[in-house]
């Protein structure tokens, strides 16, 4: 069964729908090449699921040992390479007010990330740089 149903709108904008959950979202061709830059471009789709599923990994962890990750905020900035067109490195720069104390578990956070299902299925060519601001 589908997990994503998507249609094209026109105009080099996209739409796709979430089939478990009804949500959808939009991706618009950024302004460098040839679109409107109104949305997510695929490509920031990609960098932004690298961050989401750095935390969500590194969340499934802290639930285990009972740590709160309240306050952890991330920044990611994608960077492209000029031809070929692709993402040449995707930087995650992690920030946390309240982070916890214990070097063991700031380990398995780190390592959580480094590990995620998208940090380990893009291609080795894109340079994952991640700051650790805790």
């Known amino acids: 069964m589908p997990t994503i149903k998507s249609s094209y709108l026109g105009n080099l904008r996209t739409e796709s729908e979430h089939l478990q959950s009804g949500v959808k979202i939009l991706t618009d061709a950024p302004v460098d090449n040839n679109g409107k830059g109104e949305a997510f471009s695929p490509t920031d789709l990609v960098a932004s699921a690298l961050g989401s599923c750095m935390i969500t990994i590194m969340g499934i962890v802290a639930n285990r040992d009972s740590v709160s990750l309240e306050g952890l905020t991330w920044e990611v900035t994608k960077i492209m390479k000029a031809s070929p067109r692709k993402i040449s490195e995707i930087i995650v720069d992690f920030h946390w007010d309240s ?20 940090a380990l299925s893009l291609d080795p060519e894109i340079k994952q740089t991640l700051k650790f601001n805790f």
């Not at 982070?99 to 998208?118: E, Q, R, S, Y």
């Open 99 to 118: 982070p916890v104390t214990d070097p063991v578990m700031i380990k398995k956070l780190k390592n959580a990330a480094k590990t995620c299902p998208v």
